[in-house]
């Protein structure tokens, strides 16, 4: 019988060695494409006016400045999708040319419509991707308008009166006339955000759960999911895109208009093994020793999302907010009136739930929130759309809630939330 097993064994091993002799060539895995980075910069404009598209143009020259200080992509790809354009759009392979030491835009496709502010149009744009740069990892870093979690219906007239006022349950249909519009560069002495307001049609909006299901319809799962807009570190958001990132990079408050500073991180971005805090201390120190000291930023482990809302439920399930606390005194990390987000731990912290749980809740917080940091004071352009308003971040834990808010489009969109529903 051990004779008969060896002589077996004999003859698999040898099986498997002409199996191996006989295909072409050895695979190398040091080929492999590593990581392949999607700069994902939509238009922001309306048909006659042009929202972030300098801002943006200038951050793929950024990008291309680190390329070029890092001598190249090593095992990397960087594909640019780029809006010149409402009506046209080009998809552009970054590669770098070590004789002239430049980084050439080279076109893969054009796209004369918006389709893909659509799931299938945004699945269509990453199988394009990934059929021009396959790799074992993949990333996205988005440059837009944001407003977090909140549904474009939900808006009224979307997104040119998301502003103070208007919509609210306080008054709604009647914006100050100080309100007429938010500017985007108007003054270029005077600080500007990236808080929407130059999109004149909901056809250019994609709320996060179109995202998530074009991502969830490519196949793909995100290393990281970079948002370099406003608004976009909230609870709500992290929890609808669990399951196509495994990362969150993101502000809980308005963003500046010349948004992250990508030369400077740029070999902790292009890395199999991002170094998010790093990353997350490199944006908001940039920020602190700039002319616009107005920053916060934070890195979230998505992949905890689950057992963050599972605590989460326990808790609302045993507390609720005593009506007699005054909401200005939870954290708020926005310029709307009301205030549409909070600081997470703050808010919970003011429903005063009982030790265990706090301690809970407080472990759990640790786990979900790789790193986060903030400047003292953050920046909006909705209280004075022309030179801004600061407002004081004495509390900062990484995500933004809406749950307490008295918003209008708080109180018409959360309960429509993954997050509302998995937490009440």
């Known amino acids: 019988m051990i004779k008969k097993l060896f002589t077996l064994f004999i003859c698999m091993f040898s099986f498997a060695m002409t199996f191996t002799s006989c295909s072409d060539e050895a695979f190398d895995v040091d080929s492999v494409n590593k990581q392949t980075i999607l700069i994902y910069y939509p238009w922001t404009g309306s048909t006659t006016s042009s929202g972030l598209k300098e801002f943006l143009s200038n951050n793929i020259d950024s990008i291309c400045q680190g390329i070029v200080a890092k001598k190249g992509l090593s095992d990397s790809r960087v594909m640019v999708f780029f809006s010149e354009k409402y009506n046209k759009s080009t998809l552009y392979d970054l590669q770098y040319d070590a004789v002239s030491r430049k980084v050439n835009r080279v076109p893969v496709k054009t796209y004369e419509d918006n389709s893909y502010c659509t799931a299938e ?12 740069a396959e790799a074992l990892n993949y990333a996205l870093i988005i440059g837009v308008h944001g407003c977090g979690w909140t549904y474009a219906e939900d808006w009224v007239n979307y997104p040119n009166y998301a502003r103070p006022g208007f919509g609210s349950t306080a008054t709604a249909g ?16 005077l600080p500007v955000t990236r ?7 909901k056809s250019y909006a994609m709320d996060i759960p179109t995202l998530a299901e074009g991502i969830r319809q490519s196949g793909m799962k995100m290393q990281y999911i970079l948002f370099d807009a406003c608004y976009m570190g909230n609870v709500e958001t992290a929890y609808e895109l669990k399951d196509v990132t495994n990362y969150l990079i993101s502000s809980s408050s308005e963003v500046m208009g010349m948004g992250i500073p990508y030369r400077s991180i740029w070999s902790m971005l292009n890395s199999a093994t991002p170094n998010y805090s790093g990353i997350v201390n490199g944006i908001v120190n940039f920020y602190k020793s700039s002319e616009v000291p107005y920053c916060n930023m934070a890195a979230i482990d998505c992949r905890e999302m689950d057992n963050l809302a599972s605590v989460m439920k326990e808790i609302n399930s045993k507390y609720t907010l005593d009506s007699s606390i005054p909401l200005e005194t939870i954290q708020p990390l926005d310029g709307f009136t009301p205030n549409l987000f909070y600081d997470m731990s703050v808010y919970v912290d003011s429903l005063k739930p009982s030790g265990y749980l706090k301690d809970q809740f407080a472990a759990q917080m640790q786990k979900t929130i790789k790193e986060a940091a903030h400047t003292d004071e953050a920046l909006t352009m909705l209280k004075d759309s022309y030179r801004g308003t600061t407002f004081q971040v004495k509390s900062y834990c990484g995500l933004s809630i809406s749950d307490p808010s008295q918003h209008s489009v708080a109180l018409k969109g959360r309960e429509k939330t993954g997050w509302w529903k998995a937490t009440h």
């Open 174 to 189: 009647k914006p100050s006339s100080a309100f007429s519009g938010i500017q985007f560069g108007s003054d270029p002495n």
């Open 195 to 201: 808080f929407f307001g130059s999109v004149d049609s």
């Open 121 to 132: 149009g945004f699945a269509n744009l990453l199988n394009e991707v990934k059929q021009n």
